[in-house]
């Protein structure tokens, strides 16, 4: 095969598709303006040849991997620096740079650089007085100095009041002293706390005049400014290698009677005066809306991570030809195998939804984030819920679905050069940070068994848990009937149900005597089951009036890829679910067998669009930098290149042979 | 806490329990002279301190990585001389040193020689002559060679008719000509192929006089035996990195008119005379035999796999304080979480379920293997059949256990300190190595609606499907009424049904026109289901039975423990299948609600012997090779050790900063 040529498996794939790509990929990148800011903003630095990589990472040690990333990520902040100097910088520009998209093929393991603009700039604006924020924004956009922001410890994550570092503060020096009194109390995590920042927005015990106030933010510095050598009493280093991120640097923070001036505390919320008086903040729950938006941001960058690995599986089953079908034709490119349609194809109609349902919480937030700051809280303990459970399972889900898509590829996704072991270390990572899955889900359920007991007592309930006060008032499903419609209800059903036993068992606990808390503890399998649940009949309406919403919008032709999307997804949500429907909702056998019969309907009707839809979501080669994902499908041909850049093959013959192999093959002869 | 001191929450722990560990311990060994014999090779093994890694292999590039393996496998080879010189060598030992245990303590990534034990060497033994075991074993065993197993190609994997790499028959030299004729043909993968091996068995399509005979195995050799050299015609290399398995040097090898010596094909099966007349095996299925080998002791790999992995988390449960349940008290250890519980527990079940499985399977291998070298093949069907959806269950399980343990310590399972992400990468491989497990999946399915046929025409069956002949006399479950024997029961049941509609369906594309080939790929999703219940209603039977024996044997107080853990496996695995089970027996929710109750009662007994059960895997701190899983539980003191190892933090400030950071930093000021 020539070697601009495109697989013709693939491109034959290409030719059956029943719609406008065009049209696909416009609405997925949000319009033809932001599809033409993309591809500036892609040639901007993927033509750079600075950014380009020769040897691929995988062969460095971490030492040269981080050495080789803050080369690229200075030289990437450069950039930045001019765009911003332009005017042409935007929150599309940073999402693309430190999320998973374009930032990924620059750096693939992660930026040691990213918490400085995505936590450090951002906490300094969110959390400073208006003269904080003029003394150390302009410093920080500017990069004069590096930031990190160190919040989680080595013995404490998820449970914030658990933190043990402390800042006293000294009303005759007008000084915070802070301490990590022991080992556990290390401040650990941080990207770039390791080698690359020089200050950290470290979050501590507060206290004055000899009492606890509860947390703060300090600004601390961490390095000199000129020699980067540890300030006193600060011992800074790297965690050392882990699944993923293995570029970012992540360290640990041990403080030693560090002393930052009373201004280096974040006042905007809390103050201390000079005298050590303490000024508590006026409204606790505005720091939800931090850790809201990271949550719900998380969730659209989940559909990017899925669009990817999609993206890979499908090409790569396109142009793979393996086990015979009809025993006399050869073999069948591996999509034909049924097995194999149904591990890609919901994958796709996944990154589809996780689009839609982040969008839609998206929109949510920003109206809450609107009323918050008139001082209406109203939707927030809701918000706040479906932010939990739905981090959760998207980021759950992402993760299961990255690693079906690698094992759909055989043993060629267990390479590097397929790139599906960094995605998969990307995404696992998001089920722990943010808020630990299980602990998100917790948090969710405590608020339905509240939602339920209000329920019960007849109160309205907001929109998204509308259907726990439906349940109560119409405990009978009635007959199944199969519609899309009907498969959202069930989900909304059996998820009050679940609520429900979450709530009447935890209610008999109490009656024996528990406290609420053990009481909930002995629950927490059922609690979890009813936030998950929860989740999942939000992702199924969202998907179902999200999409019939587009349906009307769009092209007839790219409409009827919508409906086929939106079926599979939601059979294969419900028959992965099928022991909660049975349990509460009365199908046959011969229902299931209906529903299972019209997925694999759907997978056949995908079959001819699959590649397209892959291509729609328009993923840079760069971005893919798979072996097996690339557009031009000439897998065996890039894998073969990637073996060629390695190291140990530019010698013929390894050092080890002459100093131990030959020496100890010869030594029994 | 001083150094040596044990954490006094896991000391809290050991005192808990009910039972003998040691008791444990002999049974799950095999006895006490197997215990003996094991603390024997790990003393002569992890007492070298030459085998002992100052720096974590986590800190190497991989060229470094594998130049440090190949001098540890070295040493390892030169102990095993000396143990097979003094007759000391045993199946136990190479299990223990190329299988998950003692070798992952000393060489975490894979032996670079482990194919030359495990299959070079066997593959000789199996298929060569006896005047070719002469010529080549001792050479072999002595090490005067080195050897690899070249199958599977860069476009070839678990098909393997589809191979392309061909040896044609040359009468005039009495040699073979070999070839990979494309680059799809290189052969991939084999473990030591890359720099290491000096000769492999390839397998190759065989051509004699023109015409085709099928596959054959042909010794070649790849290098010089004094320079290193490749020879000639031989393109060989290192594949590059990878999940898992980073030091096994797994290669790829091309071949451009390579002749080798007639003599150089294993000829114990078949044979080319030397005027090229091809005499065909007698016996085909012969080759059955060493993949179901490799498959039945996969199995009992996996049990050790999740023995380490369950004791990693179990004990850093025990440890990890995080998130109150009763406000008013400190923050609890993590494993007082019934989440948590739910997590860690059934993953220790598993551990000891596998282990029984696998040894009830292997004992079944080895009674066919007799059978058939008395030419009875009635059984191998059915031993084919169960050993392929096995090794796909157990293999596909434990991965997905490994990553819950991992999962269920937070963050800090995320670092390579904590020894999962290691873990994970071995067991994952497992999926697709020793035949791809849907491809499994489909293999035992073919078997299974054979069988069904069988019975429908009143055929008798052998005992492993005879459930089957059950259900089609008896359609009716009756009445469930919970018990141990009944979930059992209500497995079979379910897979008989899974087996039927899978036969059915494929019956009904069968008489609308469809090929039997074509039908079984458009009823593909129903076959791997079906497959998958069978396997698990064998797991469920065999648990069931062998703990109900063991049970009888031992004292009353471990007695107790398998009593739960039998609980413990099955109601969790049919909590798991709710979904098929409610489908087709007719359980309420008044039922269902029984089977969780009594699961959060199984947790609730198993706490206190949970870490006892764990110490009771024996596992070696130098296998489990992580901070949060050693038996003293000093995990934050473990953490840190590993992270003062950081090349990285021996340097307090990284040349980058004068190179890159400064400047950049000071360019806008």
Redesign the interface.
Known sequence: MPSNAVNPDLQREREKASFNTQEFTYWWLGGKEKYEAKKKLEKLFLNDPELKDEL?I???????L??HS??KA?II??KL?ELRADGEDDVDTYTALFGGALGSALIKEGNPMMLHFVMFVPTIMGQGTVEQQIEWLTKAW?????GTYAQ?E??????LR?LETRAEYDATTQEFVLNTPT??A?K??PGGM???ANHAIVVAQLYTKGVFRGLAPFIVQL?D??????MQGIDV????????MKSVNNG?LGLKNVRVPLNNMLMKNQQVLPDGTYVAPKNSVLTYGTMMFVRVALIRDLSQTLAKASTIAMRYSAV????????NKP?PQII?????Q??VFPQIAKAIIFKITGEHIWNMFNNVSGELEQGNMDRLPEMHALSCCLKAITSADSAAAV?VCR?SC??H?????SN??TI?GMT??V???EG????ML?QTARYLVKVYAQALSGEPLVPTVQYISDYIKNREFGAFDCTLEQIVHAFQFVAANKVR?AYERMEKHRRQGH?P??A???????L?QAADLHGRAFLAQTAYSGLNELIRQVSPALAAVFQTILELYLLDAC?G????????INLT?GD??KL?LRL?ECLKRLRPNAVALVDSFDVHDRVLDSALGAADGRV??R??E??K?????KE???????????P??????
């Open positions: 691929p995988s062969y460095m040690s971490p030492k040269e981080y050495e803050v080369r200075v902040a450069k620096r500017d990069c004069n100095i590096l989680t080595l013995g404490h994550g998820t449970f658990g080992i556990s290390y650990w995590w390791g080698h690359t390095r400014l000129e020699t980067h050598m540890p280093g790297d965690i050392g290698p882990k699944i993923g640990y793979r030809r393996q086990s015979p079908i009809d025993p073999e034909e195998h049924t097995t194999q149904l591990k690693e094992l055989g043993g996704g267990y390479m590097d050069c599906f072991p998969y696992t990572a089920c722990t940070y630990e899955n299980t602990v917790l036993i406290e808390e053990t909930a503890n002995l629950v927490g399998i059922e979890t028959l679910r099928m022991g909660d429907l049975l349990r509460f056998d299931v067998s299972e694999a065996y041909e894998i073969f990637s073996v850049k390695n190291p140990m093959n013929p013959v390894n050092k080890t042979f002459h100093q131990y192999l030959k100890f093959m010869k030594a029994n002869l």
